[in-house]
T-cell receptor, first 114, second 109 residues
């Protein structure tokens, strides 16, 4: 089954404790992206990747890191989480970033930073 | 750079039609439309590319006015299953993606 998976689905952590949210897709997609969703603000892009070893900042990259060492995986790293990073996070993938088609979203990760 | 959606919320009775608008201040390469049901991930509806090509569903259609950088989503003969939050997503000349703040659509019997 074609899908995007994220882990964990729910995470409660404390300020400053490094964490990683994993994202994996099995569709051989080149384009992958991370979004955060907050009430009233919609989905905002954090980082995106056009292909292996090619990543770039989205609209709200501060406080986040990403890497793309393999085509299927695109982890999101919070080196020192803060309460304002409490949010619902979605990973998405697409066959192309240039109008190539739909983005497939993972199920989401709800993060709470205390 | 985030597109503006209107209305913010709409309530319809089954069978009624609705229009959701999306407007950007930047030149757009493409416009995407997604629907998100409560507690779920967004799901793709359709994409409109610069140049006028349109893809999507039959009962849900959309237009893209390149000159005005505006798109509209048309839902005809609404069904209960249409309820959810609709987002437009815009792709600019780079590869960044910007989603609107969403339109909550509720269809009642």
């Amino acid at each position: 089954e074609a899908q995007v998976t994220q882990n964990p689905r729910y995470l409660i952590t404390v300020t400053g404790k490094k964490l990683t949210v994993t994202c994996s897709q099995n569709m051989n997609h080149e384009y992958m992206s991370w979004y955060r969703q907050d009430p009233g603000l919609g989905l905002r892009q954090i980082y995106y990747s056009m292909n292996v070893e090619v990543t770039d900042k989205g609209d709200v990259p501060e406080g986040y890191k990403v890497s793309r060492k393999e085509k299927r995986n695109f982890p999101l790293i919070l080196e020192s989480p803060s309460p304002n990073q409490t949010s619902l996070y979605f990973c998405a993938s697409s066959s192309s970033g240039r109008g190539g088609g739909e983005q497939f979203f993972g199920p989401g990760t709800r993060l709470t930073v205390l | 750079q985030q597109p503006v959606q209107s209305p913010q919320a709409v309530i319809l009775r089954e069978g009624e039609d609705a229009v959701i608008n999306c407007s950007s201040s930047k030149a757009l390469y493409s416009v995407h439309w997604y629907r998100q049901k409560h507690g779920e991930a967004p799901v793709f509806l359709m994409i409109l590319l610069k140049g006028g090509e349109q893809k999507g569903h039959e009962k849900i259609s959309a237009s893209f006015n390149e000159k005005k950088q505006q798109s509209s989503l048309y839902l005809t003969a609404s069904q209960l299953s249409y309820s959810g939050t609709y987002f437009c997503g815009t792709e600019l000349s780079g590869n960044q993606f910007y989603f609107g703040t969403g339109t909550s659509l509720t269809v009642i019997p």
